[in-house]
């Protein structure tokens, strides 16, 4: 039985709590937190300190799903307990944070959806894409963005919190600099620091393009789908509420929780000198996706009205 640490037991740390509780050949020995928000349950022990926890249950993998401010700290001192480490999205928003040290090569990002049906062997040997469109469409309203969530430098935009499985696997899909990007971000109703809708195309170098389009003010139902246009003119459909159901169908997509335990299972796999799931993200690839985020963001025109909702 692999002992589990979990970091972080607030909204994101009770789904993995869910997940972990039916992983097979994996128990939680601790949660670790210095203000959970969620019911930790009976029996497994609860420290107010990363660090503390790690000397008092030497984990065999531990999952972080602390905020971004202080999620990567947390997975580099796992890995230097000698731990596999699974950290829950985007980790950072500081692409300058991913300088690497010893022990990232344990250390993989939570992209749950990139484990969906038929994107190992996508990722596996990559298809000729020449145009990627990320689209979502999500309701969140003015009191999900509390806490952490409030600020960019602890949680970043749109794009880091919302469409970032769709622009991760778009650009792991898509080797190339950016040479040109086209954004616009619009705030209209007070979400603290975050916006309501970002539109971007990006252009690599080589021609290839990933269009952009994330909205939380979405009426209707949600949703998050990456197409990806190939040089033989095909389409590649990746759907579902998160790009949960790969390229298979909708109604048989698994659950967020079957996605997690695959996730755990490979991470360890790894950690015990197997061959790397071609859905894994390491540490080191997610530098690549936040770099164009904050070109995004930087280059963007910023649009603050009260009627732009309706745009």
Same mark, same amino acid.
């Given at each position: 039985?692999?002992?589990?640490?979990?970091?972080?037991?607030?909204?994101?740390?009770?789904?993995?709590?869910? #997940?972990?509780?039916?992983?097979?050949?994996?128990?939680?020995?601790?949660?670790? =937190?210095?203000?959970?928000?969620?019911?930790?349950?009976? +029996?497994?022990?609860?420290?107010?300190?990363?660090?503390?926890?790690?000397?008092?249950?030497?984990?065999?993998?531990?999952?972080?799903?602390?905020?971004? $401010?202080?999620?990567?700290?947390?997975?580099?001192?796992?890995?230097?307990?000698?731990?596999?480490?699974?950290? &829950?999205?985007? $980790?950072?928003?500081?692409?300058? *944070?991913?300088?690497?040290?010893?022990?990232?090569?344990?250390?993989?990002?939570?992209?749950?959806?990139?484990?969906?049906?038929?994107?190992?062997?996508?990722?596996? &040997?990559?298809?000729?894409?020449?145009?990627?469109?990320?689209?979502?469409?999500?309701?969140?309203?003015? +009191?999900?963005?509390?806490?952490?969530? /409030?600020?960019?430098?602890?949680?970043?935009?749109?794009?880091?919190?919302?469409?970032?499985?769709?622009?991760?696997?778009?650009?792991?899909?898509?080797? +190339? =600099?950016?040479?040109?990007?086209?954004?616009?971000?619009?705030?209209?109703?007070?979400?603290?620091?975050? &916006?309501?809708?970002?539109?971007?195309?990006?252009?690599?170098?080589?021609?290839?393009?990933?269009?952009?389009?994330?909205?939380?003010?979405? =009426?209707?139902?949600?949703?998050? &789908?990456?197409?990806?246009?190939?040089?033989? /003119?095909?389409?590649?459909?990746?759907? +579902?509420?998160?790009?949960?159901?790969?390229? $298979?169908?909708?109604?048989?997509?698994?659950?967020?929780?079957?996605?997690? /335990?695959?996730?755990?299972?490979?991470?360890?796999?790894?950690?015990?000198?197997?061959? #790397?799931?071609?859905?894994?993200?390491?540490?080191? *690839?997610?530098?690549?996706?936040?770099?164009?985020?904050?070109?995004?963001?930087? =280059?963007?025109?910023?649009?603050?009205?009260?009627?732009?909702?309706?745009?």
């Amino acid at each position: 039985m692999k002992r589990v640490l979990l970091v972080g037991a607030g909204e994101v740390g009770a789904k993995h709590l869910t #997940a972990l509780a039916g992983a097979p050949g994996l128990a939680v020995a601790a949660v670790a =937190d210095p203000d959970p928000r969620t019911e930790v349950p009976p +029996g497994i022990p609860l420290f107010a300190s990363c660090r503390t926890a790690l000397t008092a249950v030497a984990p065999d993998l531990v999952v972080v799903a602390a905020p971004p $401010g202080t999620a990567l700290a947390a997975a580099r001192d796992a890995a230097q307990a000698g731990a596999a480490v699974l950290v &829950e999205k985007p $980790g950072t928003t500081a692409p300058a *944070a991913l300088v690497p040290q010893p022990g990232d090569g344990r250390i993989f990002v939570a992209f749950q959806p990139h484990f969906a049906p038929g994107l190992d062997a996508l990722l596996a &040997e990559p298809a000729a894409v020449v145009r990627a469109e990320v689209l979502l469409a999500v309701r969140r309203d003015p +009191g999900y963005f509390r806490g952490w969530r /409030r600020t960019y430098a602890t949680a970043g935009g749109v794009l880091h919190q919302q469409a970032i499985h769709g622009v991760a696997l778009a650009l792991r899909l898509l080797p +190339g =600099d950016v040479e040109v990007i086209d954004a616009e971000v619009v705030h209209c109703r007070g979400l603290a620091e975050t &916006e309501d809708h970002v539109t971007a195309t990006i252009t690599l170098s080589g021609g290839a393009t990933v269009h952009i389009d994330a909205r939380v003010d979405h =009426d209707g139902p949600p949703a998050h &789908e990456l197409v990806l246009h190939l040089a033989d /003119r095909r389409r590649l459909h990746v759907r +579902g509420r998160n790009l949960e159901a790969g390229l $298979g169908a909708i109604a048989a997509a698994p659950t967020h929780e079957a996605l997690r /335990r695959a996730m755990y299972a490979a991470v360890l796999d790894t950690a015990e000198d197997r061959p #790397a799931h071609p859905c894994l993200f390491p540490l080191t *690839a997610l530098r690549r996706p936040l770099e164009v985020i904050d070109r995004v963001y930087r =280059d963007a025109r910023v649009v603050r009205a009260a009627h732009a909702a309706a745009a």
